[in-house]
């Protein structure tokens, strides 16, 4: 029982003690039925009393039928009120299986239902909340009913753009955070939170100081210094790099921080947004939904309900009193109303006390009150006018909750509008039944050329190229799931025309009861373009180096993939050849206006490629027909609808003139930033390539000259690679010993085979006795097995080639064969030899006839001569003999010695 009703009854019980008089006691019991049945029509809550065995209504307040927006009759029985509340079969049983099992359990908690939906007779749905009071000693049934549409409305308008924002954030895989002047957290996103617990091991919130500790001296300084220039009110972009230990990989960001300031321009902090990280969403905090729901009537009601007369004293007031101004009821009853308001709110509120007095009953009036403490507190009123009993009726309901969720809803969508507006990315939201763009941020405007009036008008397949449109149809024909994520890389058309290709990362989502796309977009068209390029250039590279095909070849397919990057250009190679150019590679230009071309001159004014070969420096011709460059040649590049060539001279590293970039357009056009840079790689791979096949081709000269000369010296030249003992041998190793030239990969087992046995000690050298030994000439004679079986006298030198540690890399030497030479020197010591012998022979012959002649000598005795002369002659003899021995010894010695 309600504590109105009790005081009303208590006070009847007090009179009735106190009367006498029955006649007196009847009237007066009339009167307080009256008051009661009064109070009961003027309340703002729907009150009915149904009779428990047939259901049959006794009371329908005027305000139970304004609610459920049906006449009373319609509601007098419990029957008819469910047929009419609830028109959808489905939903009623649900309803009344609900109600009819609480009210069996007799569980006076579980007979309160908030937020069902009933249907007036107009069609209109209602949100309600309803309760039961069984009354059962008197078979009665008290129903109270409360109308919270506009309560739920508000609720469903938080979370709506709650959704809204969350949808933002945490569609997004950059990383979106705020931090206050204090390097304090204010708000950040999922993502952010993540990389910063991988990074540090520790989990960051709301208010910690963002430098941790943990991120080194060195990173701290860092971010001090980035935040600082936003706390100065620069707005900017840094790139940064990071190791992500989760991933193991490098990863690189674009940062990009805004100062923040608060509705009174003051700096609050910065807000940062790192793209190219993981995806998460930042998350914001939403303030509790205001308990608005009515959950008890009368003093079990969170709202405070009184009675005020018509000079606004205070007549009664519910036990709420006490929750909402810190007045007991007691303390209030009897008093004024406006000494209570607070008095800047108070002359409004006397204009609507009399707007109310004048018969107009007033929903949703706010004014503010001040409480016993001291404090205000915002009131929400329901307020019916009496005019029998000259009564103002009024529900009054704390507005605090309610004044913060307005707040949060104001701020929240403040930071939703700020950080959509500001988002580095473009941002689409548009209608997933129409296709058509709901909204769109500034970035959007500036990246497609479009103004938002413009791309409001369109949808979403406006901004897809051509062949993309299929896809979006069959996305949404598909009608993902509203609570996934969807990606993809597509292509979009800008205003003027051009196609960029991008990165798609959205939500689906129901707003209102519609459901909406929002695409985040990211520009990837400068990155992939240069990606491709990075391929094509390592893809020509290689072809280059393998020398498979011809300079002309590897030029046109260069040429041809740089004119499918850009769309629109032909590419031309013009040669130097003399003081004229040579078309060398134009995949794409005719044959006849390569002919007509042929050998222009190199000099000046004499169209683009022969000017910029003759200045060397680049000449940009952006219309032909004009150009006094193009004096000679514009007719005939007006044949083949040529408008615009840009040359660009090729140059050697002693600048010096290779060949000639040309790219042509069929329309009047300048060079992008983007060409130019295109251009710029390709005349420096082109230049690579020119030279490296210059160098191909003077070392295969050099080489055919080495091999000609080491053929023509007769000599084998060698070279040992001592890591893996392959050792190359010249074109002479088949020609002079018939062993197969060339290269022979394990070396060291032929070698040893082929060595003399008797040479093999003193020859055979190791790899690793080379490699770290300190040898660095080698010389010997040995002997040599050729194919035949036959060994060859070999005169075989070797030089070592050290790196700078000293560490032998290979071994260069050349084996000639010197059998002819030995053989000669055989045969001469043989002859020797035999000279020799015939010496020894004929001295030691002759010396013995002369010994013979020299002891007969000495036995002839002079006294016996008969003649002086004899004598002579003997002595002349003796001293010729005697010379002719000393002869014979001389040559005995010679030869001995």
């Given at each position: 029982?309600?504590?109105?009703?009790?005081?009303?009854?208590?006070?009847?019980?007090?009179?009735?003690?106190?009367?006498?008089?029955?006649?007196?006691?009847?009237?007066m019991?009339?009167?307080?039925?009256?008051?009661?049945?009064?109070?009961?029509?003027?309340?703002?809550?729907g009150?009915?009393?149904n009779?428990?065995?047939?259901?049959?209504?006794?009371?329908?307040?005027?305000?139970?039928?304004?609610?459920?927006?049906?006449?009373?009759d319609?509601?007098?029985?419990?029957?008819?009120?469910?047929?009419?509340?609830?028109?959808?079969?489905?939903?009623?049983?649900?309803?009344?299986?609900?109600?009819?099992?609480?009210?069996?359990?007799?569980?006076?908690?579980?007979?309160?239902?908030?937020?069902?939906?009933?249907?007036?007779?107009?069609?209109?749905k209602?949100?309600?909340?309803?309760?039961?009071?069984?009354?059962?000693?008197?078979?009665?049934?008290?129903?109270?009913?409360?109308?919270?549409?506009?309560?739920?409305n508000?609720?469903?308008?938080?979370?709506?753009?709650?959704?809204?924002?969350?949808?933002?954030?945490?569609?997004?895989?950059?990383?979106?955070?705020?931090?206050?002047?204090?390097?304090?957290?204010i708000?950040?996103?999922?993502?952010?939170?993540?990389?910063?617990?991988?990074?540090?091991?520790?989990?960051?919130?709301?208010?910690?100081?963002?430098?941790?500790?943990?991120?080194?001296?060195?990173?701290?300084?860092?971010?001090?210094?980035?935040?600082?220039?936003?706390?100065?009110?620069?707005?900017?972009?840094?790139?940064?790099?990071?190791?992500?230990?989760?991933?193991?990989?490098?990863?690189?960001?674009?940062?990009?921080?805004?100062?923040?300031?608060?509705?009174?321009?003051?700096?609050?902090?910065?807000?940062?947004?790192?793209?190219?990280?993981?995806?998460?969403?930042?998350?914001?905090?939403?303030?509790?939904k205001s308990k608005?729901?009515?959950?008890?009537?009368?003093?079990?009601?969170?709202?405070?309900?009184?009675?005020?007369?018509?000079?606004?004293?205070?007549?009664?007031?519910?036990?709420?009193?006490e929750?909402?101004?810190?007045?007991?009821?007691?303390?209030?009853?009897?008093?004024?109303?406006?000494?209570?308001?607070?008095?800047?709110?108070?002359?409004?509120?006397?204009?609507?006390a009399?707007?109310?007095?004048?018969?107009?009953?007033?929903?949703?009036?706010?004014?503010?009150?001040?409480?016993?403490?001291?404090?205000?507190?915002?009131?929400?009123?329901?307020?019916?006018w009496?005019?029998k009993?000259?009564v103002?009726?009024?529900?009054?309901?704390?507005?605090?909750e309610i004044?913060?969720?307005?707040?949060?809803?104001?701020?929240?969508?403040?930071?939703?509008?700020?950080?959509?507006?500001?988002n580095?990315?473009?941002?689409?939201?548009?209608?997933?039944?129409?296709?058509?763009?709901?909204?769109?941020?500034?970035?959007?405007?500036?990246?497609?050329?479009?103004?938002?009036?413009?791309?409001?008008?369109?949808?979403?397949?406006?901004?897809r190229?051509?062949?993309?449109?299929?896809?979006?149809?069959?996305?949404?024909?598909?009608?993902?799931?509203?609570?996934?994520?969807?990606?993809?890389?597509?292509?979009?058309?800008?205003?003027?025309?051009?196609?960029?290709?991008?990165?798609?990362?959205g939500?689906?989502?129901?707003?209102?009861?519609?459901?909406?796309?929002?695409?985040?977009?990211?520009?990837?068209?400068?990155?992939?373009?240069?990606?491709?390029?990075?391929?094509?250039?390592?893809?020509?590279?290689?072809?280059?180096?393998?020398?498979?095909?011809?300079?002309?070849?590897?030029?046109?397919?260069?040429l041809?993939?740089?004119?499918?990057?850009?769309?629109?250009?032909?590419?031309?190679?013009?040669?130097?050849?003399?003081?004229?150019?040579?078309?060398?590679?134009?995949?794409?230009?005719?044959?006849?206006?390569?002919?007509?071309?042929?050998?222009?001159?190199?000099?000046d004014?004499?169209?683009?490629?022969?000017?910029?070969?003759?200045?060397?420096?680049?000449?940009?011709?952006?219309?032909?027909?004009?150009?006094?460059?193009?004096?000679?040649?514009?007719?005939?590049?007006?044949?083949?609808q040529?408008?615009?060539?840009?040359?660009?001279?090729?140059l050697?590293?002693?600048?010096?003139?290779?060949?000639?970039?040309?790219?042509?357009?069929?329309?009047?056009?300048?060079?992008?930033?983007?060409?130019?840079?295109?251009?710029?790689?390709?005349?420096?791979?082109?230049?690579?390539?020119?030279?490296?096949?210059?160098?191909?081709h003077?070392l295969?000269?050099?080489?055919?000259?080495?091999?000609?000369?080491?053929?023509?010296?007769?000599?084998?030249?060698?070279?040992?690679?001592?890591?893996?003992?392959?050792?190359?041998?010249?074109?002479?190793?088949?020609?002079?010993?018939?062993?197969?030239?060339?290269?022979?990969?394990?070396?060291?087992?032929?070698?040893?085979?082929?060595?003399?046995?008797?040479?093999?000690e003193?020859?055979?050298?190791?790899?690793?006795?080379?490699?770290?030994?300190?040898?660095?000439?080698?010389?010997?004679?040995?002997?040599?097995?050729?194919a035949?079986?036959?060994?060859?006298?070999?005169?075989?030198?070797?030089?070592?080639?050290?790196?700078?540690?000293?560490?032998?890399?290979?071994?260069?030497?050349?084996?000639?064969?010197?059998?002819?030479?030995k053989e000669?020197?055989?045969?001469?010591?043989?002859?020797?030899?035999?000279?020799m012998?015939?010496?020894?022979?004929?001295?030691?012959?002759i010396?013995?006839p002369?010994?013979?002649?020299?002891?007969?000598?000495?036995?002839?005795n002079?006294?016996m001569?008969?003649?002086?002369?004899?004598?002579?002659?003997?002595?002349?003899?003796?001293?010729?003999t005697?010379?002719?021995d000393?002869?014979?010894?001389?040559?005995?010695?010679?030869?001995?010695?």
């Amino acid at each position: 029982m309600s504590p109105m009703k009790d005081f009303l009854l208590r006070q009847l019980h007090a009179d009735m003690e106190t009367q006498v008089d029955q006649g007196n006691l009847a009237k007066m019991l009339e009167e307080k039925s009256t008051l009661i049945e009064t109070i009961l029509q003027n309340l703002p809550i729907g009150i009915a009393v149904n009779k428990m065995d047939d259901g049959k209504a006794s009371v329908v307040n005027n305000q139970f039928s304004e609610i459920y927006g049906w006449p009373g009759d319609d509601l007098a029985d419990v029957e008819s009120f469910f047929k009419k509340v609830y028109p959808d079969a489905a939903y009623r049983n649900e309803i009344i299986s609900r109600i009819m099992s609480d009210i069996k359990s007799a569980d006076p908690m579980r007979m309160s239902w908030n937020g069902l939906t009933v249907t007036t007779n107009k069609g209109e749905k209602r949100i309600v909340n309803a309760k039961k009071i069984p009354l059962y000693d008197q078979n009665l049934m008290i129903s109270t009913v409360t109308d919270v549409t506009t309560e739920f409305n508000q609720a469903n308008e938080l979370k709506s753009a709650k959704a809204k924002q969350d949808a933002l954030i945490n569609g997004t895989p950059d990383l979106i955070w705020s931090v206050d002047t204090e390097y304090r957290l204010i708000a950040a996103n999922e993502s952010f939170r993540q990389l910063m617990k991988t990074l540090s091991g520790k989990t960051i919130r709301e208010g910690d100081n963002v430098l941790i500790k943990e991120f080194g001296v060195e990173q701290i300084s860092k971010w001090k210094l980035l935040y600082g220039r936003a706390f100065k009110g620069e707005r900017f972009t840094v790139k940064d790099q990071y190791y992500n230990p989760v991933k193991q990989i490098m990863e690189h960001t674009l940062i990009s921080l805004s100062p923040m300031f608060n509705e009174e321009n003051v700096l609050a902090g910065v807000i940062c947004y790192s793209r190219d990280t993981t995806e998460y969403a930042q998350k914001i905090r939403i303030l509790e939904k205001s308990k608005a729901n009515l959950e008890k009537i009368m003093d079990s009601s969170m709202d405070m309900i009184c009675s005020i007369d018509a000079w606004d004293n205070i007549l009664s007031v519910s036990a709420a009193s006490e929750a909402i101004l810190g007045y007991k009821p007691e303390e209030l009853t009897g008093k004024k109303l406006f000494d209570f308001v607070y008095p800047p709110d108070r002359e409004k509120t006397e204009q609507t006390a009399k707007y109310v007095i004048a018969g107009h009953s007033l929903t949703n009036f706010e004014n503010r009150y001040v409480r016993k403490d001291g404090s205000v507190v915002p009131l929400i009123w329901s307020v019916k006018w009496d005019p029998k009993d000259k009564v103002r009726y009024g529900i009054a309901r704390d507005a605090t909750e309610i004044k913060k969720s307005e707040a949060a809803l104001i701020e929240s969508e403040k930071i939703y509008k700020y950080l959509f507006n500001k988002n580095p990315l473009p941002i689409f939201i548009w209608d997933f039944a129409t296709h058509r763009i709901i909204d769109c941020n500034e970035e959007a405007v500036r990246k497609y050329g479009f103004i938002r009036e413009e791309i409001l008008l369109l949808n979403i397949n406006d901004l897809r190229a051509p062949l993309e449109q299929p896809t979006i149809q069959e996305f949404v024909e598909t009608g993902k799931s509203l609570d996934g994520f969807y990606r993809g890389r597509r292509q979009h058309k800008k205003k003027n025309g051009e196609i960029i290709f991008v990165d798609i990362t959205g939500q689906l989502m129901d707003f209102r009861g519609k459901k909406i796309a929002m695409s985040i977009v990211n520009d990837i068209t400068e990155s992939r373009h240069y990606q491709e390029m990075d391929n094509l250039e390592k893809n020509i590279l290689e072809m280059a180096a393998k020398s498979d095909k011809s300079l002309g070849e590897i030029i046109d397919i260069y040429l041809t993939g740089v004119e499918a990057l850009h769309p629109g250009m032909l590419c031309s190679i013009q040669e130097k050849r003399g003081n004229k150019l040579y078309n060398l590679s134009s995949p794409s230009l005719p044959a006849e206006y390569l002919e007509t071309i042929r050998g222009v001159e190199i000099a000046d004014n004499v169209g683009s490629c022969g000017t910029a070969a003759f200045l060397k420096q680049k000449v940009i011709v952006t219309d032909i027909s004009t150009d006094v460059r193009w004096a000679n040649y514009k007719e005939v590049a007006g044949k083949y609808q040529l408008k615009t060539c840009w040359s660009f001279p090729i140059l050697d590293r002693k600048n010096n003139v290779l060949a000639t970039l040309a790219c042509y357009y069929r329309e009047i056009k300048a060079p992008a930033e983007r060409e130019e840079k295109t251009i710029e790689r390709v005349g420096q791979i082109i230049q690579t390539i020119f030279e490296s096949y210059q160098r191909e081709h003077a070392l295969q000269i050099s080489n055919e000259r080495f091999e000609h000369a080491a053929e023509a010296a007769s000599e084998i030249i060698w070279d040992w690679e001592l890591d893996t003992d392959a050792v190359h041998y010249s074109g002479n190793m088949k020609k002079l010993f018939g062993h197969q030239s060339g290269l022979i990969e394990n070396n060291l087992p032929f070698y040893f085979d082929h060595v003399h046995p008797d040479d093999r000690e003193k020859v055979v050298l190791y790899p690793n006795e080379v490699k770290y030994g300190t040898m660095v000439d080698w010389t010997q004679e040995y002997r040599f097995r050729k194919a035949d079986g036959n060994y060859a006298y070999v005169l075989d030198k070797g030089t070592v080639v050290r790196d700078e540690n000293g560490l032998g890399l290979r071994m260069i030497g050349a084996m000639q064969d010197i059998t002819s030479i030995k053989e000669n020197e055989m045969r001469i010591t043989q002859q020797n030899q035999r000279l020799m012998e015939i010496a020894l022979i004929n001295a030691h012959e002759i010396r013995r006839p002369v010994a013979t002649i020299l002891g007969l000598m000495q036995l002839i005795n002079k006294k016996m001569l008969k003649e002086e002369s004899d004598g002579e002659i003997i002595d002349h003899l003796e001293t010729v003999t005697q010379e002719l021995d000393d002869v014979i010894r001389r040559i005995i010695d010679k030869t001995v010695n």
